[in-house]
């Protein structure tokens, strides 16, 4: 019944490694993001993708790469992972059009050592 | 997106009506008024939108200033449930260039018992 679903919940990994974070939503929808929420709790949009194109790339370092096989689903890659990089990464979906209201998924924390 | 000012935290008692504010002086006239919140450690959750007229849903009621340059979620009867941070955010729904939602700082409101 999740709506926007993610995985794994908690990541902990080395420096320097590379990872992946997974995202579903059931709810039909035609637009996928990823946000990152650092450790000052700002939130701040990453990527969006309408009908598996790419279409916001917010300046978000190229270690980074979603990929959206499709409608359904919009993972992110992270190569070479830095301290930095340490967040909780939120994915979330919308529908294109009129209210355009997002469904958020519970939220990946990632720690990098 | 217009920018929204919105106080740092609020403290309200379990039962009672909890109105939060947010000025958005700048609006333009397409920009609609979101709210959505974040209960610590979740995904941030849609809440309501409107674009001049007062809405209500089963979350909540939204109240716009006839000049649009403010205005005030209200939460009838908060829980302790209802202790979040809380975003105002005015953006203009479902344009191909705003695939994406700007958080501020957002309210942090605290239900007491």
């Known amino acids: 019944d999740t709506a926007v679903s993610q995985t794994p919940k908690y990541l902990v990994t080395q420096m320097g490694n590379d990872k992946s974070i997974k995202c579903e939503q059931n709810l039909g929808h035609d637009t996928m993001y990823w946000y990152k929420q650092d450790s000052k709790k700002f939130l701040k949009i990453m990527f969006s993708?309408?009908?598996?194109?790419?279409?916001i790339n917010e300046t978000v370092p190229n270690r980074f790469s979603p990929k959206s096989p499709d409608k359904a689903h919009l993972n992110l890659h992270i190569n070479s992972l830095e301290l930095g990089d340490s967040a909780v990464y939120f994915c979330?979906?919308?529908?294109?059009?009129?209210?355009?209201?997002?469904?958020f998924g519970p939220g990946t924390r990632l720690t990098v050592l | 997106d217009a920018k929204t000012t919105q106080p740092t935290s609020m403290d309200c008692a379990e039962g009672r009506a909890a109105n939060l504010p947010c000025n958005h002086s700048t609006i333009s006239g397409n920009e609609y008024v979101y709210w959505y919140r974040q209960i610590h450690s979740q995904g941030p959750q849609y809440i309501i939108h409107?674009?001049?007229n007062n809405e209500t849903n089963e979350m909540a009621s939204l109240i716009i200033t006839e000049d649009r340059k403010s205005s005030t979620l209200i939460l009838p009867h908060a829980t302790l449930r209802d202790t979040a941070v809380y975003y105002c955010?005015?953006?203009?729904?479902?344009?191909?260039?705003?695939?994406?939602?700007?958080f501020g700082k957002g309210t942090l409101l605290t239900v007491n018992p």
């Open positions: 955010i005015v953006r203009v729904p479902g344009a191909s260039s705003n695939y994406k939602l700007t």
């Open positions: 993708y309408n009908n598996k194109e790419l279409i």
């Open positions: 409107g674009l001049k």
């Open positions: 979330a979906s919308s529908q294109a059009g009129l209210g355009n209201e997002q469904f």
